[in-house]
């Protein structure tokens, strides 16, 4: 089995919210979803883009946390809290440089975003992927997302990508192409 | 240099100089602790328990465990600052209130479903009491005598505390104290397996070494030391020799794992209420605003501590505009991102964040 990842292409991103109501219905998300979606520019147009955990490589959240609650799968996907041993310190949610852990104060338990493991992990793509119905969250191989580098070739030797994150992260991501002046070909 | 430093430094004479490391120092102390307690309980070890003798061995072998985990685990950068700060802030007037909430009563776990409470409870109180009778048995601390025929004499630390009716209700719970806490755990243990067999979002996540087995080690451990009294009271003690060996094989190979697994929040657990000091005493301090809503979201000093941890860990998160990722409130972070994804400063924008919840 390939390895598969997230991919985001942010611009594609239409605001159904599909993904939010996915993430619900998840095993372990007890129907509470761990996943955004944002206006860009509210007051001007309708732009939207999804934002989730991008599962760093090294998360702050996890090296923050005093319980050891927050572990990394073998698949390199950051997990939720494990709820014998989050002591509520809320250290994950400051550290986060993105600001996705969610905090539930009446069960003293963070919760965030574990790429829905019990799918991925065999291979099955995450809740919020399955779902969008405009592309934007995508699981691909790795050589499906460089053929996707090559195509968004921005002729300054980067992928737009590497410039907007804080480090290596699990999630790819690219850049919204029309933002960038870039015409993108569907 | 460093070494150079060290030469010139007027040796320190301190008890810890004496110890090759950590480990060692707290293996002797608990090891000698244990020791002299038992000294006192027995009364200059004249009553000692030989039958027990392996659950003592067992629990040595289980500090050597504990120990090992819990140190590694106490030097990490965020664990050292919460252990430090929560210790200073232990003697609050809500500290006792905290406790019974997160140590006893399992409050949040209440907010979690009824059924998680009703076998956490179970299953918590049941090995709390059995180890508040185990332990005291096993080192000595507490055990009987008889000098009236009919009147035990409860003996607790070589100190005489009570003499109760051999047959009366004291006594009674005595004696079965380890039946009643065998049937609490058994009939949690079976609250949880029904619930992780049953419970699809439990079916999704759980693993056999780390869910099941200290249920299975759990529920062994009960069901041999119901057996012990089964075949004393109906067997006239058939076969009582070996399930007392197997029954003491079953605890202390859950005593060595307990570090390891999933009971490893038994011990770890009152760091909770070193967290809830924690952000309630500096969030009376100060708070910290967000650097662009300026909404207060956490208090100065965690916020400061973050930071601290995040740079000992080699991780910068300084930003140009001339904060740090760790002082914006939740949703502004959010909404930096996205306006370093698309160029546009969504978090200038003064709309407050809506419709994230999937609520339609």
Not at chain 2, 103 to 112: D, M, S, V
Request: charged share 20%.
């Amino acid at each position: 089995m390939t390895k598969k990842r997230l991919y985001l292409e942010l611009e594609n991103c239409i605001g159904c919210r599909s993904c939010l109501a996915a993430c619900t219905q998840c095993g372990g998300h007890e129907e509470r979803n761990r996943n955004y979606v944002y206006d860009v520019n509210p007051l001007v147009n309708r732009q939207t883009m999804p934002l989730m955990c991008l599962h760093c490589v090294n998360p702050a959240c996890a090296r923050s946390c005093p319980a050891q609650a927050i572990q990394i799968h073998e698949t390199g996907a950051v997990l939720s809290a494990l709820v014998e041993k989050c002591i509520g310190c809320q250290n994950c949610t400051i550290a986060c440089p993105y600001g996705i852990p969610k905090f539930d104060t009446e069960q003293n338990l963070m919760y965030k975003c574990d790429l829905c493991i019990d799918r991925t992990k065999d291979g099955i793509p995450p809740m919020c992927a399955s779902v969008c119905p405009s592309n934007t969250l995508q699981w691909l191989t790795d050589e499906e997302i460089e053929n996707k580098k090559q195509q968004f070739n921005l002729d300054n030797g980067k992928w737009v990508t590497s410039m907007a994150l804080e480090g290596e992260t699990n999630v790819k991501v690219n850049l919204p192409g029309i933002l960038q002046g870039v015409t993108k070909l569907f | 240099m460093q070494a150079k430093a060290a030469v010139n430094e007027k040796p320190v004479h301190s008890i810890n100089n004496a110890f090759a490391s950590k480990f060692a120092k707290s293996m002797f102390l608990s090891v000698c602790g244990l020791f002299i307690l038992s000294f006192i309980g027995t009364r200059m070890f004249t009553h000692v328990d030989l039958n027990l003798y392996g659950y003592m061995v067992g629990t040595i072998v289980f500090l050597g465990g504990f120990f090992y985990r819990f140190i590694a685990w106490g030097e990490r950068p965020p664990t050292k600052i919460m252990i430090k700060k929560g210790i200073k802030l232990l003697f609050r007037k809500s500290t006792p209130q905290t406790t019974v909430e997160h140590l006893a009563t399992y409050r949040f776990i209440w907010n979690r479903g009824i059924y998680r409470w009703t076998q956490h409870l179970l299953i918590g109180w049941g090995c709390i009491l059995a180890c508040c009778v185990t332990f005291p048995l096993v080192f000595g601390w507490m055990y009987f005598t008889m000098d009236d025929n009919g009147m035990y004499n409860i003996i607790l630390f070589g100190l005489q505390i009570m003499t109760v009716p051999a047959n009366g209700i004291i006594a009674n719970l005595s004696y079965n104290a380890l039946n009643i806490t065998a049937v609490m755990v058994i009939a949690g243990v079976c609250m949880v397996l029904y619930r992780r067999f049953k419970n699809m979002q439990a079916r999704a996540e759980q693993k056999f070494m780390y869910d099941f087995l200290p249920l299975i080690m759990l529920l062994l451990v009960s069901i041999t030391g119901l057996a012990l009294t089964f075949l004393n009271m109906f067997m006239d003690g058939e076969g009582q020799p070996a399930m007392s060996l197997i029954h003491q094989w079953t605890v202390i190979i859950t005593l060595i794992y307990l570090p390891f697994g999933k009971l490893a929040h038994i011990p770890f657990r009152p760091m909770s209420v070193f967290a809830k000091n924690y952000r309630e005493h500096y969030g009376e301090q100060s708070m910290k605003k967000c650097k662009v809503c300026e909404t207060e979201f956490v208090s100065t000093e965690q916020s400061n501590d973050v930071v601290d941890v995040l740079h000992v860990n080699d991780i910068q998160f300084e930003m140009e505009e001339g904060f740090h990722l760790a002082e914006l409130c939740l949703p502004c972070r959010r909404k930096y991102r996205i306006a370093q994804f698309s160029g546009f400063p969504t978090h200038e924008v003064k709309v407050k964040e809506a419709n994230q919840n999937a609520k339609g």
